[in-house]
């Protein structure tokens, strides 16, 4: 999709069996790694999860708030492997929601002052996302939601989406704000 390109989204054919309930989320990720302690310092000192248990040198889980996880990882199959080749299947990325601007404002500038490189920052107009890879490999986005009073529409109604360059400046900027 281009810097400036909007795609609405379609609705599905409406399904015979019931939606799922409005409240259902996805609750956790658990992640194959090569090295536990490389992942775990990464998830725990750059992006500041708390790990809530170690299962000696095989797991650890991760979470923000004393949630028991959101964030697993293992090198039960993975030990020293590598991470899956280009243009193979498997996870795109995984999704961290922060409450505010401010709180994904407060993540940006934890992987500045770590050194993590930023593969991309987009504005999708429902949202506002900072993308980058963890050291297995594994995309992250690390993004914040607008309003749904505030998603861009269609003139039909419909959801209208875009990817625009994130002004990441400006999100920084919601740290010098009190």
Known sequence: MSTAEQ??????KPSVEPSLHPETR?????????????????????????VMQRYGRE????????YHHHIGLNVWES???????AGSTGLYHVAILYPNRRE??????RLIDHGVGIDGASDHGVSE????????????????????????????GGLSMVTRPLD????LAELDRS
Do not use: C, M
């Not at 797991?59 to 004393?66: D, E, N, P, R, W």
């Not at 994904?104 to 500038?109: D, E, H, I, K, S």
């Not at 990441?168 to 999100?171: K, S, Y």
């Open 7 to 12: 795609h609405e989204l379609t609705p599905a």
């Open 26 to 50: 996805i609750g956790h990720v658990h992640l194959k790694v090569a090295n536990l302690d490389r992942a775990e310092r990464f998830y725990r000192d750059v992006l500041g999860f708390d």
């Open 59 to 66: 797991a650890a889980f991760l979470s923000a708030g004393g």
């Open 79 to 85: 030990r020293n492997g590598s991470p899956p080749p």
């Open 104 to 109: 994904l404002a407060r993540a940006v500038q």
């Open 129 to 156: 996302a900072i993308y980058l890879h963890d050291p297995d490999g594994n995309g992250l986005e690390l993004y914040v939601d607008r309003d749904r009073d505030q998603w861009p529409r269609s003139p039909n």
């Open 168 to 171: 990441v400046d400006g999100l």
